[in-house]
């Protein structure tokens, strides 16, 4: 049954990625783990977080579920690794844009939500989760199901199906998955929303994604990026918490 003991390739080894391993493995899926360098850079990581190093054509050969969990400007290079994988696999994708990270690109700067453009790049439908949580906070502060302060994670996707799935494992990670309706309303998720990073409950990151404002919503990433950059070490992980409530409120 899909949901349980699934086969999961994760391409993308760093912050997320490993967290991931680490997450899935424990709740009994089977995780195999690529990045771009090569299993033997990667073994005693994915030994440690319960999964195996692989390389990344293995990684996607049979699964159910594959998550991308690469930088945005990568996603070329997977198109090719994805074309011949079943159209029954679901492919989940963690990634952000950052223009000064990942070069201008005029069709999201014109408004394509991210994900719509990634999903045209890895020519696969995708559904996007965990993009909208710190590495930290995903690595740290998990709860239980039912945990009266559990932190919400939002799940946008056009495949009903493949995003249920989506949806339980984000809550299989230790956060309360909400439905944030298809991929081209997914930039309600992206930097600079009240959604992202937020650190919200379930009822509040519904809010949050409600009022999301597209035309802000990129002013306020670079500003918070800036900010973050120019502040540097001396940020505390509460204190990014709080700049991004307040900048997106
Ligand atoms: N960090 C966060 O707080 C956070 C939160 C939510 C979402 N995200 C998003 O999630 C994605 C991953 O973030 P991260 O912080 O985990 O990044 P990261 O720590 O920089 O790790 C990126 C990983 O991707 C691998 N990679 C790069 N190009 C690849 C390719 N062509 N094929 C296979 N693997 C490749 C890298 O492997 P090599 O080192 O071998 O190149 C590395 O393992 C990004 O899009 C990011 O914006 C990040």
């Given at each position: 049954?899909?949901?349980t003991g699934m086969k999961i390739g994760i391409i993308g080894a760093g912050n997320i990625g490993a967290?991931?391993?680490h997450k899935l493995s424990e709740q009994g899926h089977t995780v195999k783990l690529a990045n771009s360098r090569g299993p033997e850079t990667i073994s005693e990581l994915?030994?440690?977080?319960?999964?195996?190093?692989?390389?990344?054509?293995?990684?996607?050969?049979?699964?159910?579920?594959i998550i991308l969990s690469i930088p945005f400007d990568k996603h070329a290079e997977l198109a090719e690794l994805l074309h011949n994988i079943p159209e029954s696999v679901i492919v989940i994708d963690t990634s952000n844009y950052y223009?000064?990270?990942?070069?201008?690109?005029e069709k999201i700067?014109?408004?394509?939500?991210?994900?719509v453009y990634a999903s045209e790049i890895v020519r696969r439908p995708l559904v996007k989760a965990w993009n909208a949580v710190l590495a930290e906070t995903l690595k740290d502060k998990g709860l239980a199901a039912g945990s009266p302060s559990r932190i919400a994670i939002p799940v946008a996707g056009d495949n009903?199906?493949?995003?249920?799935?989506?949806?339980?494992?984000?809550?299989?990670?230790?956060?309360?998955?909400?439905?944030?309706?298809?991929?081209?309303?997914?930039?309600?998720q992206q930097p600079g929303t009240p959604a992202y990073c937020t650190e919200l409950k379930a009822g509040e990151l519904?809010?949050?994604?409600?009022?999301?404002?597209?035309?802000?919503?990129?002013?306020?990433?670079?500003?918070?990026?800036?900010?973050?950059?120019?502040a540097g070490a001396q940020l505390t992980h509460d204190a990014i918490v709080?700049?991004?409530r307040e900048v997106t409120a």
């Amino acid at each position: 049954m899909k949901g349980t003991g699934m086969k999961i390739g994760i391409i993308g080894a760093g912050n997320i990625g490993a967290t991931l391993a680490h997450k899935l493995s424990e709740q009994g899926h089977t995780v195999k783990l690529a990045n771009s360098r090569g299993p033997e850079t990667i073994s005693e990581l994915a030994r440690k977080a319960g999964a195996v190093a692989v390389e990344r054509q293995e990684a996607v050969r049979d699964v159910d579920v594959i998550i991308l969990s690469i930088p945005f400007d990568k996603h070329a290079e997977l198109a090719e690794l994805l074309h011949n994988i079943p159209e029954s696999v679901i492919v989940i994708d963690t990634s952000n844009y950052y223009p000064f990270r990942d070069g201008d690109i005029e069709k999201i700067r014109e408004g394509k939500p991210e994900s719509v453009y990634a999903s045209e790049i890895v020519r696969r439908p995708l559904v996007k989760a965990w993009n909208a949580v710190l590495a930290e906070t995903l690595k740290d502060k998990g709860l239980a199901a039912g945990s009266p302060s559990r932190i919400a994670i939002p799940v946008a996707g056009d495949n009903l199906a493949a995003k249920s799935v989506a949806l339980e494992l984000v809550s299989q990670t230790g956060f309360d998955a909400v439905d944030a309706g298809t991929l081209s309303e997914s930039w309600r998720q992206q930097p600079g929303t009240p959604a992202y990073c937020t650190e919200l409950k379930a009822g509040e990151l519904e809010a949050a994604l409600q009022a999301a404002n597209k035309t802000r919503a990129p002013l306020n990433r670079d500003a918070l990026i800036e900010e973050f950059t120019s502040a540097g070490a001396q940020l505390t992980h509460d204190a990014i918490v709080k700049r991004n409530r307040e900048v997106t409120a």
